[in-house]
Each structure stands twice: as C-alpha cells, then as structure tokens.
T-cell receptor
Framework: DTAVSQTPKYLVTQMGNDKSIKCEQN?????MYWYKQDSKKFLKIMFS???????INETVPNRFSPKSPDKAHLNLHINSLELGDSAVYFC?????????????FGEGSRLTVL | GQNIDQPTEMTATEGAIVQINCTYQ??????LFWYQQHAGEAPTFLSY????GLEEKGRFSSFLSRSKGYSYLLLKELQMKDSASYLC???????????FGKGTTLSVSS
C-alpha cells in the first residue's frame, strides 16, 4: 500500500483553467503539507494542515486553496492557472506536527501550464 | 531571517567519501535535517540532528554544530545509486513546516 498517494501524476492544461490535485495518506498522520518544487528544484512549503485546520500559508497566491475533508486527505485546488504555476507539487504528511522532521512525501504531481 | 546555503553541485567517484556542507541561519532552532531526492522521485528522510555532534547511520553520517550554524552529510563507500540531490532543511520559526535549502546535486561516476 502506498503511504502517501497523489493524483494525477501528470497534468497538462491551458492558462486560465482551474485544476485540482488530490492527496491521501494511510499512515494515520495528523499533519499534511503541500510543497512546490520549481524548475530549479527548489522545494518550497505552501500549506500545512493539522487536524483539518490550516496552520500556515507561506505567501501563496489566493488562487491556491487547500481543502481537507478529513485528516487523511488534503487536496489542492488551483484557480486561473498561470504559466508560473508549472512545477511539481508534492504532498507530504508527518505524525504530529513537524516533530523530528520526518516527512513522508507522495510521488509528486507534475503540472504543466501552456 | 531564515537562510540555508549548500553547494549546488558535487562530483565524486565510486568507493570514495564525500562531504556535503550546509550552513544555516534561523532563530529558535529545532533541528537540522537531511533528505535525499533521486531525479523524478520524492524526497526521502535521511537524518535528523538536534544536538551537536555526529549521528551515524550505515554509510551515511550527519554532523551538527549549532554554534557555527553548520552541518554536513558524510557519505562513505559511494555507490552509483547515491547520485541524487541532497537537501538540508530546518524547521520554520512557527515550528510548523520544514524549510529546505536548494539542494546539492551529487553525481557519482565509476
């Protein structure tokens, strides 16, 4: 069983469209995250959720909205996609908060905006 | 502010030892982490240092000096499969997420 799974793995879309990426973890963790990795491989935190409450939002445009129906899921919805949104988006989870820093990452979702 | 600095690229040969350095600046230090990321894959956790000194885990060791804001990852008996990016990270000021450096891409050749 995959611990942290994301869908879709690849997404190609046009500027201006709205898209969602889904994430599910079966580890029983309390905290989930979304990271963005750009073309220069820089991995940057976007959001984290702890027991369905958003606890950080690192200067991310409000076109990005995380949605968590329960603690095992954290989906990312993006409105009005822009060229600069092209990146790999990683979902991750940790047991309780950041703790000892062991994050479990999903395989990533590569978004290409044309 | 918070800042992490590590070399962009390094090369080494099979069987050798390589040291990847990381310097950081942060307030409220809560530990220094190393992650490995193979091309096209997700990052995976390697090590965690919260106290000064060396933590050894098989072929990989990680060192921390809090007073110097310095850490390194030591990889021994290099193998081709060690070719990857190595990311240094620390906890953000709010204590709610990891802040990653830009990573060091290590290329191991035969």
């Amino acid at each position: 069983d995959t611990a942290v799974s994301q869908t879709p793995k690849y997404l190609v879309t046009q500027m201006g469209n709205d898209k969602s990426i889904k994430c599910e973890q079966n580890l029983g963790h309390d905290t989930m995250y979304w990271y963005k990795q750009d073309s220069k491989k820089f991995l940057k935190i976007m959001f984290s959720y702890n027991n369905k409450e958003l606890i950080i939002n690192e200067t991310v445009p409000n076109r990005f909205s995380p949605k968590s129906p329960d603690k095992a899921h954290l989906n990312l919805h993006i409105n009005s996609l822009e060229l600069g949104d092209s990146a790999v988006y990683f979902c991750a989870s940790s047991q309780t908060g950041i703790g000892t820093g062991e994050l479990f990452f999903g395989e990533g979702s590569r978004l290409t905006v044309l | 502010g918070q800042n992490i600095d590590q070399p962009t690229e390094m090369t080494a040969t099979e069987g050798a030892i390589v040291q990847i350095n990381c310097t950081y600046q942060t307030s409220g230090f809560n530990g220094l982490f190393w992650y490995q990321q193979h091309a096209g894959e997700a990052p995976t956790f390697l090590s965690y240092n919260v106290l000064d000194g060396l933590e050894e885990k098989g072929r990989f060791s990680s060192f921390l000096s809090r007073s110097k804001g310095y850490s390194y990852l030591l990889l021994k008996e290099l193998q081709m499969k060690d070719s990857a990016s190595y990311l240094c990270a620390f906890v953000n000021q709010a204590g709610t997420a990891l802040i990653f450096g830009k990573g060091t891409t290590l290329s191991v050749s035969s």
